[in-house]
């Protein structure tokens, strides 16, 4: 299995919802990430997993809250968001330890936020 | 100015022509990453280079490490080729997790 899964596809939520984000692999990966990316833009790293820590923050506002419950899975908890926050959310996996940092990325979710 | 430089933007071409995209980069890098990005979709990793070239199909991929310099080529292209090229660069000295990236050229393909 050489993918990484994301659900659900599309989200609609307001901004007083909570709702959650899930993305699995079943590649052995040891890093999971999350990326936002605004339409027309490369992605933005938002966080980093190693061995189901967090090992990066970049600064992200406490609205988003992710989860590693386990190897395989990875959650971005969802609170209080804003229509700024409407973009497509990237989940992604790599080998832990290479310098060569080759992620495998999976289809994403459309997130709008009214 | 940006780490990582793609040239064209935007590229149009009929079906059938060769398409060259090129990437530029300033900092020492342990790889390139060349990525592909269809509208509204998730992005597949096309190839990941240390040095020299790579051939996968229609696509090859080559790396001038001395010049910091990479070409995607894309022979007798196709519409389902339309889609978003994004290079990126794992740092040599940088987290093992950060991926700079460029901002990506815009391939449209006509029949």
């Known amino acids: 299995d050489t993918e990484v899964t994301q659900t659900p596809k599309h989200l609609v939520m307001g901004m007083t919802n909570k709702k959650s984000l899930k993305c699995e692999q079943h590649?052995?990966?040891?890093?999971m990430y999350w990326y936002k990316q605004k339409a027309k833009k490369p992605p933005e790293l938002m966080f980093v997993y190693s061995y189901e820590k967090l090992s990066i923050n970049e600064s992200v506002p406490s609205r988003f809250s992710p989860e590693c419950p386990n190897s395989s899975l990875l959650n971005l908890h969802l609170h209080a968001l804003q229509p700024e926050d409407s973009a497509l959310y990237l989940c992604?996996?790599?080998?832990?330890?290479?310098?060569?940092?080759?992620?495998?990325f999976g289809p994403g979710t459309r997130l709008t936020v009214l | 100015k940006n780490e990582v430089e793609q040239s064209p933007q935007n590229l149009t071409a009929q079906e059938g022509e060769f398409i060259t995209i090129n990437c530029s980069y300033s900092?020492?890098?342990?790889?390139l990453h060349w990525l592909q990005q269809h509208p509204g979709g998730g992005i597949v990793s096309l190839f990941m280079?240390?040095?020299g070239k790579k051939k996968h199909g229609r696509l090859i991929a080559t790396i001038n490490i001395q010049e910091k310099h990479s070409s995607l080529h894309i022979t007798a292209s196709h519409p389902r080729d339309s889609a978003v090229y994004i290079c990126?660069?794992?740092?040599?000295?940088?987290?093992?997790?950060?991926?700079?990236f460029g901002k990506g050229t815009l391939l449209t393909v006509n029949p």
């Open positions: 280079l240390s040095s």
């Open positions: 590649m052995g990966h040891r890093a």
């Open positions: 992604a996996s790599s080998h832990e330890g290479s310098s060569y940092n080759e992620q495998f």
């Open positions: 990126a660069v794992s740092l040599l000295r940088g987290s093992n997790y950060k991926l700079t």
């Open positions: 900092v020492g890098i342990s790889a």
